[in-house]
C-alpha cells in the first residue's frame, strides 16, 4: 500500500539548480518538498572550486537581483576573489570566487533546513505522476513535433513507493541521470563524486514521451596538496579588496584572509604521454556516447586539437580551508589510471604528486530544451518544469539560474500570476534560457559573453538596476530592497544630469588642477560631464572642482562614470534593444497553422511547426530561419489578422 503526501511542489533534485527553485517555491509561500540521493550532496560542487568568471559572474549577480541564494551563499563561504578582465571594458568586468565547497555546501543546506514551508527528502524520485490522455499515437514528444497534449503533472513517486501528490515538478537530476563514470577502461555506474545514480526516473520520463539524450562532462584529478611543490609555480592571489556577489553582503564583511591559488603548466612530455595512449581514451576509443562540452575541453582533446600548442595552463585551486585536497584546472581527463599517475608527474611542481581522486568523465541523461517554453515549463505537460544540467547546460551558475526561474514561474502558475519571462535585451539569463529553448544545442551549452548581444547593457554592475523589479514584482524582493534600488537609480540619473548641466569656465583653479593632472587646459567652456571624459580624469578627480557635488555612496558614483564615459556606445545599444523589443513584442498565437502560411521555404515551415516560436523575434533566431522567411510569416499574419 503506498503512502501519500500531499504538498505543492515537488522538486527533483537539491544541486545548484534544485536549491534555487526550492527556495523561490518555498519563500513564496507554497508548501516545497525538495529531493536529493544524499542530503551531504546538497549544493554540491562536483567539478571546480569556483563560482563566477566571465559571463558567470554576471549570472550569480542576476540571481541575486532577482531575490536567489547563490550569491549570498558564495559571499560567505569564497576562500578567494578576483574580479576580471578589469583592464577592458565594463561589460566583461567578472567577479570569480574560489569557493570553500565543503563550507558552500553545509551553509546551502542550513539555508534550506532553516526555510519555512520547505521539507528536504533523502530519496530517488522513481516515476513521474501525470494525468490526462497524450494524444492518439502520442509516441515519443522530441523536439521534432510537440504534442499539444493536455496532461498535467499530478505528482511523483519515491523508489520506496511513497508518492507525492503535488500541482508542479521541477525536475533538476543535474548529472545523475543513468549516469556512469569513466576512467579509461573502468567504467562505474555511480553519479558524480561516486554519489549513487539516478536509475528509474529516466524510464518514466520516456514512458510520459519525454525524448532524452546522452551528454557527458569531465573533470580533472584531485591531489594532496602537501605533495605539490609551488615553488615551481607562479602564486596567483585574490584582489586586496573584496567586491561581494550579494547586494545584501556589506563589503566590509568581505575583506577576509585570502587563500593563493598557482599557476603552472603542461609540456611535450604530458602531451607525449598523452599521445602514445590516446587509443585508451574512452573518448577517442568510442566507448563514451555522450556529448561534451566545446569550451571545457579535456587535456586528451587539447593535445589533440591543438597539437603546436607546447603548453597548456594549469591552475591549481584549493577546494577548502579544511582540506589538503587542490584542484588541477585546465586537466580533466577520462584516461586510466595508470596513465594519469604519468601525466600529471611530468607538470612541473606536480612531480610527486599524491592523487586523491582521479579525473573521470561522467555521462547522463538529459533532455533537449527545445520542449521547453520560456518559462522552463514543458510544452506537452502542464506543471512539469526543468532546470540546470538536466535542460543540456553546464555549469552551477547556469544550472541556479534556470532552477530560480523555473521555480519563480512553477508558484506564479500555482499562484494564478504572470509568469517571469527575461528577455535577452534584459539580462544573461534572458540569454541563457532563450538558447537553451530556441536553439539546437548539440553540445551541453555554457555561458560566455559574446552569447549576449547587448552585453554593454547587461554588465555585472548594474544586474540590480536591471532586474531587482521583477524579484520585486513576484515576491522575493522587499519593498525595502526596491525602494533602495528605486532610489539609487533616481539619484543615477540626477547625478548624470547634474554634471551635463554644470558648465565650468578656465578660471585659474580649474586651469591648474587640469596642468596638475597632465590634462589640456580649457580654451571654452565645458560641462563638468564632457570634462570626466577625459582619459586622465574620472568622476572623483574632479571632484576638486566640483564644489557643488551632492555626498553619493560608490554604487551610484560607479555608474554615473560608467554611464557617462561610454554613453555612445550605451545609447547606440539601447537603439538595438528598441529594434528588438519591436520584434520581440509581435507575439506568434499558438494555433497558428504554419502549413497554410504560404510561400515560406520548407526548412523554416519545418523549423517553426517544430518550436513553435513565442514571438517573431524568437522566429528570427531559429537557425536555418531566413529574414524573408520572417517576411512572409509577417505579412500573413497582417493579412489574415493573426493576433496573440
Ligand atoms: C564530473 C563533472 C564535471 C563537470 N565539469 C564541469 C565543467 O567543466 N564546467 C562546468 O561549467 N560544469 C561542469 N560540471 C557541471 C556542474 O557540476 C553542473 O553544471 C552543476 O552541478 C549542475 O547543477 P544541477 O543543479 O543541474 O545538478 P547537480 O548539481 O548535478 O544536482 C543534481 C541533484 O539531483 C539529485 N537527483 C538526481 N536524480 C534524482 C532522483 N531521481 N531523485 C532524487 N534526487 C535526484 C542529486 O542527488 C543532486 O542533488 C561538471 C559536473 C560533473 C559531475
Do not use: W
Not at 517571469?420 to 539569463?429: G, H, M, Q, T, V
Not at 551632492?550 to 562614470?561: A, F, G, N, W, Y
Amino acid at each position: 500500500m503506498n503512502y501519500t503526501i500531499m504538498t505543492d511542489i515537488c522538486v527533483i533534485g537539491a544541486g545548484h539548480a534544485g536549491c534555487e527553485a526550492a527556495l523561490a517555491c518555498a519563500r513564496l509561500g507554497l508548501d516545497t518538498t525538495i529531493f536529493t540521493m544524499n542530503v551531504d550532496s546538497i549544493a554540491m560542487m562536483p567539478c571546480n572550486p569556483h563560482i563566477g568568471g566571465s559571463s558567470k559572474g554576471h549570472l550569480v549577480r542576476e540571481i541575486d537581483a532577482l531575490g536567489g541564494e547563490m550569491g549570498k551563499n558564495i559571499d560567505k563561504t569564497f576562500i578567494q576573489s578576483k574580479m576580471l578582465n578589469v583592464s577592458k571594458g565594463p561589460a566583461v568586468h567578472s567577479l570569480r570566487t574560489q569557493a570553500d565547497k565543503a563550507e558552500y555546501s553545509k551553509r546551502m543546506r542550513q539555508t534550506l533546513e532553516h526555510q519555512e514551508h520547505l521539507h528536504i527528502r533523502q530519496v530517488e524520485v522513481a516515476k513521474l505522476l501525470t494525468e490526462g490522455e497524450p494524444e492518439d499515437n502520442a509516441g515519443p514528444v522530441t523536439s521534432e513535433e510537440p504534442k499539444n497534449d493536455c496532461r498535467k503533472v499530478v505528482g511523483v513517486q519515491t523508489c520506496t513507493g511513497t508518492i507525492y501528490e503535488c500541482k508542479a515538478a521541477i525536475i533538476c537530476t543535474g548529472t545523475y541521470l543513468k549516469a556512469r563514470c569513466l576512467v579509461g577502461e573502468t567504467i562505474t555506474e555511480t553519479g558524480p563524486s561516486g554519489m549513487q545514480r539516478s536509475t528509474f526516473l529516466s524510464d518514466s520520463l520516456a514512458d510520459e514521451g519525454i525524448a532524452l539524450r546522452r551528454f557527458k562532462t569531465g573533470t580533472p584529478a584531485r591531489m594532496d596538496g602537501r605533495t605539490l611543490d609551488y615553488s615551481e609555480m607562479t602564486i596567483q592571489n585574490g584582489d586586496k579588496t573584496v567586491i561581494p556577489f550579494s547586494y545584501s553582503t556589506d563589503p566590509k564583511d568581505g575583506q577576509i584572509d585570502q587563500v593563493p591559488c598557482y599557476l603552472t603548466y603542461t609540456n611535450e612530455e604530458t602531451h607525449e604521454i598523452i599521445r602514445q595512449n590516446i587509443g585508451r581514451s574512452p573518448i577517442y576509443a568510442g566507448i563514451i556516447e555522450g556529448t561534451g562540452p566545446r569550451y571545457c575541453p579535456s587535456i586528451e582533446d587539447k593535445v589533440v586539437k591543438f597539437p603546436d600548442k607546447i603548453r597548456h595552463q594549469v591552475f591549481i585551486e584549493p577546494e577548502g580551508r579544511g582540506t589538503n585536497e587542490v584542484y588541477i584546472d585546465g586537466m580533466s581527463s577520462s584516461m586510466p589510471d595508470d596513465v594519469q599517475q604519468q601525466m600529471y608527474r611530468t607538470v612541473p611542481g606536480l612531480e610527486h604528486c599524491d592523487i586523491v581522486k582521479n579525473a573521470y568523465a561522467i555521462e547522463y541523461d538529459c533532455i533537449n530544451a527545445n520542449i521547453l517554453k520560456q518559462t522552463l515549463e514543458t510544452k506537452n505537460i502542464e506543471g512539469l518544469f526543468c532546470a540546470g544540467q538536466f535542460n543540456g547546460s553546464s555549469g552551477y551558475e547556469e544550472a541556479a539560474a534556470q532552477g530560480l526561474i523555473a521555480g519563480i514561474n512553477a508558484a506564479m502558475e500555482i499562484k494564478g500570476e504572470e509568469p517571469l519571462i527575461i528577455e535577452r535585451s534584459e539580462a544573461y539569463i534572458g540569454v541563457l534560457i532563450d538558447d537553451l529553448v530556441s536553439k539546437n544545442n548539440l553540445e551541453p551549452y555554457r555561458m560566455m559573453t559574446s552569447r549576449a548581444e547587448y552585453r554593454l547593457l547587461l554588465r555585472q554592475d548594474n544586474a540590480d538596476l536591471r532586474l531587482r523589479k521583477y524579484g520585486y514584482r513576484v515576491g522575493l524582493i522587499s519593498k525595502q530592497e526596491y525602494d533602495h534600488v528605486c532610489y539609487k537609480e533616481k539619484a543615477i540619473t540626477d547625478e548624470i544630469m547634474r554634471l551635463k548641466r554644470t558648465k565650468i569656465g578656465g578660471s585659474e583653479a580649474v586651469q591648474s588642477f587640469l596642468e596638475k593632472n597632465g590634462s589640456a587646459t580649457l580654451k571654452t567652456a565645458c560641462s563638468l560631464a564632457e570634462l570626466m571624459c577625459r582619459p586622465e580624469l574620472g568622476y572623483e578627480m574632479i571632484a576638486e572642482i566640483d564644489k557643488d557635488r551632492p555626498e553619493l555612496s560608490k554604487e551610484i558614483t560607479d555608474q554615473v562614470e560608467i554611464e557617462i564615459r561610454y554613453e555612445g556606445y550605451i545609447e547606440r545599444q539601447k537603439k538595438q534593444v528598441e529594434q528588438f523589443e519591436k520584434l520581440e513584442h509581435k507575439r506568434i498565437p499558438d494555433s497558428i497553422d504554419y502549413d497554410k502560411v504560404t510561400g515560406i521555404r520548407i526548412e523554416a515551415r519545418q523549423k517553426f511547426k517544430k518550436f513553435r516560436p513565442t514571438s517573431i523575434g524568437q522566429a528570427g533566431r531559429l537557425s536555418g530561419v531566413t529574414p524573408a522567411d520572417v517576411q512572409v510569416l509577417l505579412v500573413y499574419m497582417e493579412k489574415f489578422h493573426v493576433k496573440q
